[in-house]
């Protein structure tokens, strides 16, 4: 089960010598794997089958909408006339333009929002680009700020972003039904807002029903309020992030527009803002010229935070997937996905203590162990929740089928919690058993670093 | 699936029967799905977005009608962004979907595959740079230059603020490094050139303790290979600043080790194998000194072992991560371009070593041999730098650059312009059968 | 791997180093490869083929270049062979490698996965035709007639060497059932068609107890949905002969079932699910009652179970194969469509029957809405034939057919020619875009 | 391990009423499986898992040549301009006819032969084409004849080929030492003698030494002399058809060639012949005219083996490895294909009764049970060796390792060879045990057939 390194299967060291370049511009030699053609295509088939995807089972993993990547999107991300070089004359790339500003159109529908920007590679590198659009605000009216208010349960990348901002952290404890409460978000904020930082449904999938209120809360201090994406996938035609008071928001493509997450990326990041915030949108911005397209700098533009233009083959992907679905596709691919969320939990024997939630839920799997449970349902073929978050569960299963999942499928995921559920700690602390490898020693590889063959061989 | 009624469908990924969605519901105890829904009127949307659904086969015609509007032009750009031939196999093994929509690391036990891969990605970084140790990616080269700036603050024995940064840079990348500067408070400028190379006396002149980390490519965005990298690493040695180096995997396979150049942090775009020419898509390469591990934005794949005792690999030291460690987190970075790190690996590995250094070799020859025959066209003179080029080279041309760019443009050609009357010509083996007609085509345009 | 010294190196898909192949030569006891060779110098090969090694890259440009010259015509053809949209996710799964690159499945245990899916194309097909037994697959349509001819021979209690088909019948297929006629001593024969379907009467007339088998087509070649097979069915039980219809995957999901008929066998080319347009690339549908079971040519896969009581595929029936039977076989057939016939059920899978029957409507709307329209165009009469059409449909032109070939193409357009002022136009959804302007076209040629 | 069918997870009926057509011409209703994409893409994604290929691990099968499938084919097969329609007139597919005449010349050449057609679209398809030309010759030439002399050792579709063709089948004994006895063979043939059928190397990988006098016997006694493509790997380079006496030949382009074998086809095999018999090729044929290409119909053709031009996808893709590989690569491949067989043959504890062989051996597994042994190596993660088969070894285990394996992956296949041959009977006869399905109840497939899940269905 165990495979050897590409450089334990075929290393080979090749001298640099009589190169076109003098001898000291040079490296002396250079040693690298050296497979011939079948070789490679073993190595990559062998690891490929130690790796779970989406189409190789089930996968509820919460917050991160691991849905079904629709094939013929791949396709259309390498078509050849979309391989242009980025420094082409605007005029001779009237293509690219032309499907960029229909993709800002359509996520801004969608999001309710009046103008997009594609440029943030990620979702964190969105956060990035809407914090320094509030900050950028804020500055053009010469009010600076130094906080950023967010609730315990969102995702580190919110914390992180504001620090990398240069903002001042200020979290916000939830309140006793999960959700923010009011109280403490008036007591949170004062004139250093400079944001809050919120999803919508949350990370336990309950939508902000005080949504106007929080909004009011955030705006009476001067602050701007912020989308996180991650969950709009629940939402879908059923509420816009603009319409709720949302001055900023980022959109995941590759959670809700189905651009595959590729073992860690990449996925891009669109930043949609109100219209007091488009003349600080990233540099630069596409807008329609007499027939046609053209690049522009906004007035007050950010700058940049992608050397070009983003993950372009993603948005590709991303537009071929709005283009499909549509309207009916869009509001059907919410309703199922919340449907499916609401099926699986009615399902399965573990408590989720908060609700009524939307697209994901979290159950608690105390007393057992969050993360032992879940290398269990490993054993079973399923790919687990996400677990022991937000803190707010105890030994928390944030679960999230999406619309992909069948009701067979469901049932199969539903068993395999029944299952689970059944079994002792020993049990579970030993899993998985069926799987590539067994349960991996984390401490170990923290303890003692070993980042690459080189530092393999080194011990050896 | 049927696409004659597209558009009164719901979502085709959606496997739903009607029955299964009754019986759903009926298990739920509600009439309709919108029950389901807690979101309080106000704030419902009950309109539509107005985007009419397509079938599969129209939205592919759709996007073919959009993107038939770009011409077809054979490039001859660079610049950062480049074009070198991806076997078909890499697509083909890096499409799989066990790879291409698998999920970020977080369950080792099923996701051993993409780690070895991305163990190996990491590896043949190491081996490139010298240096000990390489992340799983950054966005791009930019990006990854953004970070190695902010990693300046985090290692420096003393504060300070200033970046200095070649005066020969792309707008793009010194456009983002200024909003990775902006949090930290941080100052980039700009250190002069001298004939495509590092002017080390000025560099040395303006250097203080205040420097934080300096900035060097190799090749330059002009294409020249750097000459005296050697005394930039002094001038960084002598203010303990951090000394990082922009390049490529190509160039690297090539050109003398970073590390033996007192290299801190090597950063660059890594796509150039794997992606070919993809509107700027890129892939951060970041690889730095073991010292800094503790520092290191982004992720790490290490090894370790499993319940058996056999090798098994895992992302580690996830603390200085933004999901656990939140706002002491050394980078927001959360997915980055694991997915692109497999492709380069893979085209590494079809290379082989000897592979890449002929590869490197081709770029050195092609560019000075394409030089070369523009330099006897009336009109241009190229290269206008002295020094080794890599890829590519800076033109001066007697007519307007911009008018040559356009007069190209309409023969079906893509050249930059980087000054009034200087452009920038970038060759590899993709555009080696158009090197001919090229050159032709500037003789009519340039004189 | 380099793609710069090509011409000197040897197969780059043999993965041996010089050290490995050293090591070898040396296990083995021998110097040099060629001491391996046992050829005699008389008929030893010195010379070479003049055949140059290219890199990967300069392979896809010469193929490249060599298919350029294909002129870009919008294709209103059919007459057997059809285009219809295949999703993309076909070409993915299809294209896995343990898939792809498998072999037949005489190992069971290791190609559950094919045989299961080979299982399933089986079961498509029995549905659709409503007969018992489907085999895996023959070449085309035209080698699957062939071989039913053959099955005639076999499995008719009494011998006849007549084989009766239609007047209105492809050449090629006519020429390929005398190939398969001949070694039988099969004499292939026409029947008369009236208005495009069989002349039943005329056919009743010409049969006797010698014929052993009758084939009609629906729809025909021309696009005629045959109306009177049942008929044709009453003449072929009355001699005892086989009644063999053609058709494909796409008609048969809305015609009527060819069991209901009195069919006894069903051929017909099944890719124009899977495939599309590819030169004439096909896949024989062969299909036929549980009775000839053990006379049925090609392979078979059947259900059985494992040494664990599972449920397990595997082929079987294979005493009637050339492996095993040799000169007593029921065909040569070895290697056949496998991994198309996988393609087939793929795309049948993915459309479910509303889309197949959707398909199918299409097929018959589209081609009589086009018929109309082109009725309407100045020299042009549309459709020819009375009845029903499915895709596609004859056309009188006043101009000579010829000439309106050559104008089309000069415009972007291909249609048959099939006689000196008949055309022969066919249309699916994808060239439903494509239509109007089409028939703009035509009304400039025609008049 | 086992997954349901298609029809168990997702069938449906619809009925078909108020179609265009009137009741009486359509079908009452249709019922077929109905999965959405994602569950088709975990279905066939799992079905994949089931399966063997290639890039699964070594692949030794004997006569087979289950050599690397370069991925940069498919590309060039799938290209948009090669998707033409059959029907167009010559001049418009000028690119497709350059093709193919290209290709026709470089099998001509590899083969020595004058002349190439690439309609059959397998290998028995190019053995019909053969013996349908030779029959055709010799008709031409008023010389009816009956038989076709095949030795014992050759594969099954020479025999079902001159049946089909209407020939009387004489069988060749092998000799003593594997080869053909020209003493039995000058017994064989007779003026009744249409064709002697033979590969060379033989099926055991022995090249047959005494070619020339067989092909004076076939020839002297009016016959001609067929060559099976099958093991041409062996000879690339170094040994041409043409120049052996033989007058056809067909190319078997999935195994020398390097086209996917796609479980089971699409092949095709090209037809080669001598220059008498050039003009007996199938129609139409390729030739070049004016600068450009046209089709022909040869003087005498015997007609047609295929409804249009054959498996063209597939011959594109020959023409793909041909041209990337060249002389230089062509030569290398038999080198190392033969290379690797006898390396291989030296490493096995099975004995190899007969030799010197080439690209492939016979072992025998006596007295072990060679099914059984072969069924014990998919134990061992490696596809087994062709079993049983020639006769004329006991317990035959037929390998063929093809250049495409490295040393590492036979040595790999020697540690499964060694493991096997240390084990029971009993142990064999329980094989596999590793993989998806245990053994197969062969027997019980034939006696019950069950060929549809319609006929599953109807047992429950």
Same mark, same amino acid.
């Given at each position: 089960r165990y495979e050897p390194l590409l450089s334990e299967k075929a290393n080979r060291e090749v001298a640099v010598e009589?190169?076109?370049?003098p001898d000291d511009l040079t490296r002396d030699s250079l040693e690298l794997p050296d497979p011939a053609e079948p070789e490679l295509a073993r190595h990559y088939t062998r690891l490929s089958q130690m790796n779970y995807g989406v189409e190789s089972g089930p996968f509820p993993l919460g917050s991160c909408t691991m849905k079904y990547n629709p094939s013929f999107t791949e396709d259309i991300s390498r078509r050849a006339d979309a391989?242009?070089?980025?420094?082409?004359p605007d005029s001779t790339v009237q293509g690219t333009l032309a499907l960029c500003h229909r993709l800002q159109d359509y996520l801004g529908r969608i999001g309710g929002m009046d103008a997009v920007t594609l440029?943030?590679?990620?979702g964190a590198a969105g956060e990035f680009t809407g914090i320094q659009i509030a900050k950028a605000y804020h500055q053009h009216n010469d009010d600076e700020r130094s906080e950023v208010v967010i609730p315990?349960? !969102? #995702?580190?990348t919110n914390f992180a972003t504001a620090a990398m901002a240069g903002y001042d952290v200020v979290e916000l404890p939830s309140g006793?039904?999960?959700?923010?409460d009011i109280e403490a978000l008036e007591a949170a904020v004062?004139?250093?807002?400079a944001a809050l930082m919120l999803t919508n449904p949350n990370t336990l999938g309950?939508?902000? @029903?005080?949504i106007e209120a929080i909004a009011d809360v955030v705006h009476d201090a001067g602050g701007l309020l912020y989308y996180?994406?991650?969950?709009l996938n629940a939402l879908l035609g059923r509420a816009r992030p603009g319409d709720m008071g949302f001055d900023v928001m980022h959109y995941n493509v590759h959670k809700t527009?189905?651009?595959?997450?590729g073992g860690g990326g990449p996925g891009a990041g669109p930043v949609g803002v109100t219209e007091d915030l488009?003349?600080?949108?990233?540099?630069p911005h596409v807008r329609s010229k007499d027939g046609g397209f053209e690049y522009y700098t906004p007035d007050h533009s950010v700058g940049?935070?992608?050397?070009?233009?983003?993950?372009w083959p993603v948005l590709l992907k991303t537009f071929a997937y709005v283009t499909r679905l549509g309207d009916a596709g869009l509001i059907d691919a919410s309703a199922k996905a919340v449907l499916n969320a609401n099926y699986l939990a009615e399902q399965i024997?573990?408590?989720?203590?908060?609700?009524?939630?939307? #697209?994901e839920f979290v159950a608690s799997a105390s007393p057992q162990d969050a993360a032992d449970a879940a290398k269990r349902m490993l054993d079973h073929g399923v790919h687990p929740p996400t677990t022991k978050?937000?803190?707010?569960?105890?030994?928390?299963?944030?679960t999230e089928p999406t619309e992909g999942e069948s009701k067979r499928s469901l049932d199969q995921l539903a068993a395999a919690f029944e299952a689970v559920h059944g079994e002792d700690d020993e049990t579970l602390a030993s !899993?998985?058993? @069926?799987?590539?490898?067994?349960?991996?020693?984390q401490v170990e590889a923290a303890r003692t670093p070993r980042l690459s063959w080189q530092a393999l061989d080194s011990e050896t | 699936m049927s696409e004659s009624d597209v558009s009164t469908?719901?979502?085709?990924?959606?496997?739903?029967t009607p029955a299964e969605t009754a019986a759903m519901l009926e298990a739920l105890g509600v009439?309709?799905?919108?029950?389901?829904f807690d979101v309080p009127d106000a704030v419902a949307f009950d309109g539509d977005f107005g985007i009419d659904a397509r079938g599969e086969r129209e939205t592919r015609r759709e996007a073919a009608r959009l993107l038939r509007r770009n011409d077809d032009l054979t490039e001859f750009l660079g610049r950062g962004h480049y074009d070198h031939y991806v076997p078909s196999v890499v697509d083909d093994l890096s499409k799989r979907s066990e790879f291409?929509?698998?999920?970020?690391?977080?369950?080792p036990e099923i996701a051993q595959g993409f780690l070895q891969a991305l163990f190996e990605y990491q590896s043949m970084l190491v081996e490139l740079t010298g240096l000990g140790v390489a992340n799983?990616?950054?966005?791009d080269a930019a990006t990854a230059l953004g970070e190695a700036a902010t990693l300046s603050q985090r290692v420096r024995s003393v504060s300070g603020d200033r970046i200095l940064v070649p005066e020969h840079l792309r707008d793009g990348k010194h456009a983002v490094l200024e909003n990775y500067a902006d949090g930290p408070d941080l100052s980039v400028e700009s250190y002069p050139m001298d004939d495509g190379q590092a002017d080390v006396a000025a560099l040395a002149e303006m250097?203080?303790?205040?420097?934080?980390m300096v900035y060097a490519e190799?090749?330059?965005? $002009?294409?020249v290979v750097a000459e005296n990298l050697a005394s930039v690493g002094d001038v960084t040695d002598d203010h303990d600043a951090l000394f990082c180096l922009g390049s490529d995997p190509v160039a690297l396979a090539l050109l003398e080790r970073p590390a033996d150049v007192g290299a801190d942090v090597v950063v660059g775009d890594a796509a150039s194998l794997g992606i070919?020419?993809?509107?700027?898509f890129g892939l951060g390469m970041f690889v730095t000194r073991e010292e800094y591990l503790r520092q290191v934005p982004g992720r790490l794949v290490g090894a370790s072992e499993d319940a058996n005792d056999r090798r098994a690999y895992t992302l580690t030291l996830?603390? $200085?991560?933004q999901h656990i460690r939140?706002? $002491?987190?050394?980078?927001?970075?959360?997915?980055?371009?694991a997915w692109v790190a497999l492709r380069t690996a893979m085209h590494a590995a079809w290379l082989g070593p000897q592979g890449l250094v002929d590869l490197a070799e081709e770029c050195v020859t092609r560019a000075e041999g394409l030089a070369t025959r523009l330099d006897e066209v009336v009109g241009l003179q190229a290269p206008v730098h002295d020094g080794h080029h890599f890829r590519e080279f800076v033109v001066r041309t007697d007519q307007p650059a911009r008018a040559v760019v356009e007069d190209l443009a309409a023969r079906g050609y893509a050249v930059h312009a980087v000054d009034e009357h200087l452009l920038q010509v970038c060759t590899t083996e993709v555009t080696a059968d158009e090197e001919a007609a090229f050159v032709e085509a500037m003789a009519e345009v340039a004189r």
């Open positions: 009589d190169s076109p370049l391989a242009v070089h980025p420094d082409r440029q943030p590679p990620a315990d349960s !969102a #995702h580190g006793e039904d999960g959700r923010v004062s004139e250093e807002t309950l939508f902000e @029903r005080d996180d994406g991650a969950n527009f189905a651009t595959p997450h488009a003349g600080f949108l990233p540099d940049k935070v992608h050397g070009y233009y983003g993950n024997p573990y408590e989720v203590p908060f609700g009524p939630f939307h #697209h978050w937000p803190e707010i569960v105890d030994e928390a299963l944030m !899993a998985p058993e @069926r799987t590539a490898a067994g349960r991996i020693d | 469908t719901g979502s085709p990924y959606a496997p739903h009439d309709d799905v919108e029950a389901l291409l929509t698998s999920y970020t690391q977080y369950q799983c990616s950054m966005y250097a203080d303790e205040d420097v934080a190799t090749p330059s965005v $002009r294409g070919g020419t993809a509107y700027g996830q603390t $200085r991560e939140k706002e $002491r987190a050394t980078s927001n970075i959360c997915t980055n371009q």
